[in-house]
């Protein structure tokens, strides 16, 4: 049914994140370790068909991001409501069948399939899991979603190992499709993958975005990648967003000073970087600097912005998107 | 590094109370009652009053949380109890023989790293090499033979039919040194011989995967010599792993010096406790066990101490 | 895998024939092994007792085959119970975490705490001797191995991205740990219960050893040495047999354990010795080269070889290019095309499966003799490493040693002299590292990798090298801290003067910025070479079109991907080997290898229609 609706966004929204946050560690038997806050207060929603680019460095807790939402991580606090339910309050058997609704694709292609097991099965696990065939209705829908990513319906016997990188991410995008989702996290899922064959992928998700309105949460650091792939970007730094709105707005006029940085530092064959490169490297997660996360690196910080975060809200010139600095009236 | 080690230390002192814990509750808790079982001899049911009075001498009748806080007092004073058999105390006979049996497991932890170490490193370096198949033959066929095969063969073969040394026995150092010495090298030689198997194997292996490290090729693009990346950059970081199994193997090694001190009549630690088995005299395997597992436990923690000593990522905790 | 699996045979067969004979003995005519003959007391082997008879008179052929018996069953009993029970408490520990692992893990924990004689020994102290005893005691003692294995096994697999996955899907904790993570944690479980099983023999021996195992007159082996040691002096034969079963059996358990090991896992059991510890060099022949015209580095007609099962592989052939002094040349290439073998062959580093088969290095050193590095002795080719030729790497983690301090491992590169560390401390300060004098003393775990990288550089032009290769320096990076990196070694090479450097990555877009000229790999071979500006604005070679066309820049609406994969190094293509994913090939292009020709100044291809293409 989701193939027979129309390509395009609707208004309604397919998933909403509220006030996210993810911690990890802490506590131990000698109280040792503090806290590492992974993702700090991240809102966000997605509509039906609608792609949405999460772009940062290491650290910026954008994978753990995707994973929250999937409720494959639980939040420390905030909550994600898909369609309407919220799915921390979900019990547990209600919440494995909404699964059928969202999927994910993985980064590393050899490590998400399962090395034991033919590509077939694997395919076939949600179909089966959710009980949405029996094992003929299974192989004919395992045979159509090879087809559907450029594979062949012979290889469904076959063993992971005997696929190329490419071929793999196929597979896992296959088996991620096979229960008709409506929201799909991918998590970096070109980045292992030669550019050759990241131009596969990116344009196999863009079909099958348009071809069956998919709702796309599409987590990368090449900034390039993003820009092919989505409507909608959010960039993070260091467990927060520092800046959203339309992809093509932001590429075209970088608000916040880190977005700018990085699309000044990301390598191009058309114009050679020519920006003096940021200083330092991304705080430690486990002890960020007070205030606004960036301003150890940013070159427009002054002495307000280690005294309180800056929070997310309109940009000055274009209500359309958002950014968090405190400076964004002086450098718009 | 201080904290660390305060906190491993505070964490193997709980480990020895959690034993001796759960020592007590075994011996308390099965069932059966441990007086009636002493007392019963080739099935027959023993007088009643004998076995009152014997719980009553072990303190059987009170109520088992007096009993575990007497149990734990004791240990804290030092005080194991009293042997069932002739009522002398289980701390003396212990504090007389855990001296001879920790100097026959160091001697032969001492001769295993010495003879497995190099050998381990040599084998490593020589992979696939006429040296590393035979030193590696030698270590498959010593770690097949169990040590009490080894040390009545190496009685049978040294002492009896050759006559090079005795077949075992004791002398205390003062009385005569060079006997001593001699008496100590069989039994520590024979735990020796499977040891350092152990720690050739691990050796060879941990140094067959250092030489694959990035560090190790980075090292070669800097110019170092062969000698010097060896040293430098593959030995100490093989260590690490070779603690490890030897730390492991402690456990093993401790307990089979009951075997080795029983073929060669060395009358440390584990003779007494074979005989203290063999009667059921509870208060003795109770005090042994405990004694055997506080210094394994400490040993371990030592063995922490000395991850922290070679690698300073552990130090951070 | 094939070859593992036949080393398995042997010592799957001899195990085999043990099992059968102790399965078989009450169906073989043997002699009562329990039956007293003390007429035939110590008698030595004859026609009715083959091994002889013992100090009772009983023959020791039948006690010995019926001694298997009690040992294997016991030591097999014991360790299904163990491998059972500790196997469940690992995978619950693991899988459920927190209370679950609390119980379990740190229960199975405390029992480690006892020696395992000595466990045992405490059992038996409460249960008495005997067979029964022996099989829980010894089940106790070894269900904690198996569950300490189990549960670091499935915290490793539960962080694995497919078992991620079947949850993603909605399967439950059921399906999860019965499909995913048992089948996939069971290989070290396997070897670890065939381990297990011989160590449970040496035990169960130990204990009958020492009368507190399996009770006489049942036969055992550790009881028959037992025996026998009183009467060794007159019968040592006695001794003999059963030692030589024990041990014999242990034997043939540990090499299959071995070996199954090798088997479940491919990647164990290294290759050759370590490279380096070799003395000659990669091929024979003289290393001067007086002829040859001086340039600093010039690589001809190199091909790199494996061993594959079909015999040699060549997974670089023909790579050929050439850097001028002060000249920045970058090997650009996806995953497999050879770029980075092409870097270790020019500083003598590659790894030990990988054979020069034929090809020259030529480099000129400052003495303005040319060399050929293929032919140079190790031992001369050591002294270039880190003087004339130095090199960084692509995982700045990994490349430093984690036990050494990072000042001490650059002042490595230099020659020892008093005021090296100063020299080093200057080297951190050239290569812009935050307080140069502290990090000189500081573990390379306390460095962002950025930092770690900016450490590898220091020790890499620590004198003044001539030629630098960076391979992927910059991939491991952050993209700002990329940008970092990228500029520090442009402005090295300003500083060092007529450093030339080969600069190896994936990344056209790095390519454009750091490099005067490119040569692009695909699949083992150099397909085009050239000026970078040149070659990016009009490519001569259809895969370089591509790749330029395939990144992922500008504003086409849909990027243009190449079809298909880059062929495995054992079933490349026989002609050209970029033809069968090449928009542009025609029937020729698939049956003749073509050539890399000149086709302008500096500039080269290795297409057979690149003039109709232009």
Redesign the interface.
Known sequence: MNALSPPGISAAPLLRGENLSRSFGGGGWFGRGRPILAVRGVDLHLARGEALGVVGESGCGKSTLGRLLLNLLPPTSGKVVFEGEALDALPAGKLRALRRRMQMVFQDPYGSLDPRRSVGAQIADGLLIHRMADATGAAARVAELLRQTGLEPAHAMRLPHEFSGGQRQRIAIARALATRPDFIVADEPVSALDVSIQAQIVNLLADLRSELGLALLFISHDLHVVRHLCDRVMVMYLGRVVEQGSAAAIFAAPAHPYTRALLEATPSMRHPVTAAPLPGEVPSVANPPSGCPFRTRCPAAESRCAEAMPPLEAHPADASRQLACWRAAELA | MLAFAARRLAVSLALVWVVATLVFLVIHMIPGDPAELLLAQGGVAPDPALVADLRERLGLDQPLWTQYATYMGGLLQGDFGLSLQDEHAVADEIALRLPRTLELVATAGLLSVLIGLPAGVLAGLRAGQLTDRILSGIAALALSIPVFVIGTLAVLLLAQKLRLVSAGGYVPFATDPLRHIGLLLMPAGTIAFGLAAVVLRVTRGAVLEVLEREHVRAARARGLPAGAIIRRHVLRNSLTPVVTVVALHLGALLGGTVLVEFVFNWPGLSGYLVRSVEARDYPEVMGIVLVVSAIFVLLNFLVDMLYAVIDPRVRQG | MRRSLRRLVLPAGLLGLILLLALAAPLLPLADPVRQNIAGRLALPSANFWLGQDEYGRDVLSRILWGARVSLSVALAATIIAAVIGTLLGILGGYFRKFVELVTVRLAE?V???????L???V???LGPGAGTLVVSLGILFAPAFACLAYAETLSARA???V?????????PG?ILL??LL??IAPPLIVQFSLTV?SAM?LE??LS????GVVPPSPSW?LM?RGA?AT??QA?LL?FWP?LA???T??V???FC?RLRDALDPRAG?????G??RRAAALPGPALRKDATPGLLRIRGLTLEITGPRGPVAVVRDVGFSVAPGKTLALVG??GSGKTLTGLAV?G?LPGAVRVASGEILYTSRDGATRDLLRLPEAEL??????DL??V?Q?PS???????RIGS?VA??LPRAPGRMARVVELFRQVGLPDPEGRARA?P?AL????RQRV?IA??IANHPRLLLADEPTTAL???????I??LLAGLKRSEQGMGMVFVT????????IADRVAVMYAGEVVEEGPVAEV?TAPRHPYTA???A?????EAE??????G??PQAWAMPAGCRFAPRCSEARPACAQTAPPLQSIGPGRATRCLRWKELA
């Open positions: 405390v480690l705490c006892f020696p395992p004689m000595l045992a020994l405490l038996v102290t409460l694995l991205d497919y991620t996955a079947q949850q993603a899907l909605g399967a439950g399906r499909r995913t089948p996939n011989a040496v021996s130990g050893f020492l009368g507190l550790g040495i040691r060794m002096e040592p001794l030692c024990l041990a014999g242990v034997l358990l540990n090499l071995d290294g290759g050759g010795p370590a380096f510890l996806e995953s500083m580093l050591r002294a270039l490493r880190g003087r130095s090199m790497f995982d990994s490349s430093l040693n984690p036990l050494l491992q490595e590169a573990w775990h962002s990798g950025g930092q590898m020790a890499a952050d993209v700002t801290v990329q940008a970092q990228l500029e994936h990344n056209l877009a790095v390519v454009a910025q990016f591509a790749l330029i395939a990144t992922p820049e500008g849909r990027l243009s991907a190449i079809p994969a880059v």
